[in-house]
């Protein structure tokens, strides 16, 4: 393993800013242009969010779109491996202890 995570940071809406794209709505027509139809909620959730999944022919639409290659949409992160605490033992509760009941005074 080599210790290493790997993340990605996703670049959209800063392409299409400097395409003139400001409005998620900017998008979807030029998509379904291409063949690609999704949902004015996709689109938004597209552009404003980083997608964990993406298919190849969004991909490529918008790489035709914004005039650029996927390495400019998506650039990977390194980030070095959060190290592994060793295990902690389990904490053992305190067991109960029977109460004892001492008659007070003046008690038969």
Known sequence: MSGKTVSYR?????LM???????TTDM???????GIDLSREQV?????????RLSLPVLAALCDILDCGPGDLIEPVRKPARKE???AEPQQRP??????VVPGPGAR
Do not use: C
């Open 85 to 87: 605490e060793p295990a």
């Open 10 to 14: 996703w670049h959209l809406r800063r």
């Open 44 to 52: 938004y959730r597209l552009v404003t969010g980083v997608p964990e």
């Open 28 to 34: 979807g027509p030029r998509l379904s242009a291409r």
């Open 17 to 23: 800013a400097e395409a003139g794209m400001f409005a």
């Open 95 to 100: 067991r109960p202890v029977r109460a004892r």
